[in-house]
């Protein structure tokens, strides 16, 4: 069957993020190139002066130091032109009061992608939901410029920012301590140890666990402790 719908393919955990130069609120950028040795949020947001994305602008506003102390750099989309963008953003600055937050000043890039090639590169644009501005999607890039997760949210859906902070963080925790993390893991909380690779190992892990420093639940199943305040001197 022919169908006039046309689909780009997302790029892929563990790919390489694809490389774009764009014209932004904060000039010209050549990503990720330009921000290589940092960790990179890359958000796509559907359109400017609407309400779920005003509310998400906010947020990410009022968290950029948050993301900045974590060595990570925001990058916003949308398929709205730069003088679109400013004129948002000075509205946001001046006129919205929302939530408790005010005067909130966005000072990270926010991409021009009137031609949605951008949006097109990254699978931002899902003709199911529109094909004419991008879902709300989340890339994490590391330093390397290797991409290490992907969030896609539907248009009317505004994001969880504890949870993109949250993400980032555990990335960060697994590179610098060689851990994995289980489910709805927070910095504090024990992290699991990679699994034994052969009997030795997981006889000497079951014998050694104690319940402090290591805990075994079976062999191929064990935890430590890594305290919040050494996670956030690493990171």
């Known amino acids: ?7 780009f393919q997302m790029p892929r955990i ?3 993020a694809p490389q774009f130069k764009a014209i ?6 050549n990503f990720p190139t330009d921000y290589k ?4 949020i890359l958000f796509s947001h559907p359109a400017d ?3 779920v994305c005003t509310s998400e602008f906010m947020t990410f506003g009022k968290m950029s130091k948050e993301f900045e102390d974590l060595n990570c750099q925001l990058v916003g989309l949308s398929v709205d032109g730069v003088h679109s963008h400013i004129a948002w953003l000075r509205t ?3 006129k919205i009061d929302w939530n408790g937050l005010k005067n909130v000043e966005v000072k990270f890039p926010l991409i021009a992608d009137i031609s949605m090639e951008v949006a097109k590169l990254y699978g931002m644009i899902q003709p199911g939901e ?5 879902v709300r999607a989340v890339f994490f890039i590391d330093p390397k410029d290797k991409i290490r997760a992907i969030m896609y949210y539907p248009q009317s859906l505004g994001r969880n920012f504890d949870e993109i902070k949250r993400v ?3 990335l960060q925790t697994v590179d610098e301590f060689g851990v994995a993390l289980p489910a709805d893991w927070r910095p504090g909380d024990d992290v699991i140890v990679p699994p034994a690779n052969s009997c030795g190992v997981a006889k000497e892990r079951m014998e050694e666990s104690d319940g402090k420093d290591l805990h075994c639940y079976d062999w191929f199943f064990c935890t430590k402790k890594i305290s919040k305040e050494e996670i956030e001197k690493k990171l």
Do not use: C, H, V
Request: glycine content about 12%; cysteine-free; overall charge negative.
């Open 1 to 7: 069957m022919e169908t006039d719908n046309q689909y």
């Open 168 to 170: 980032l963080t555990g």
């Open 130 to 134: 529109s094909t004419t501005s991008a």
């Open 14 to 16: 563990g790919d390489d």
């Open 24 to 29: 932004t609120t904060q000039g010209p950028i």
């Open 37 to 40: 040795g940092k960790w990179k």
């Open 92 to 94: 946001i600055r001046e």
């Open 49 to 51: 002066f609407t309400p």
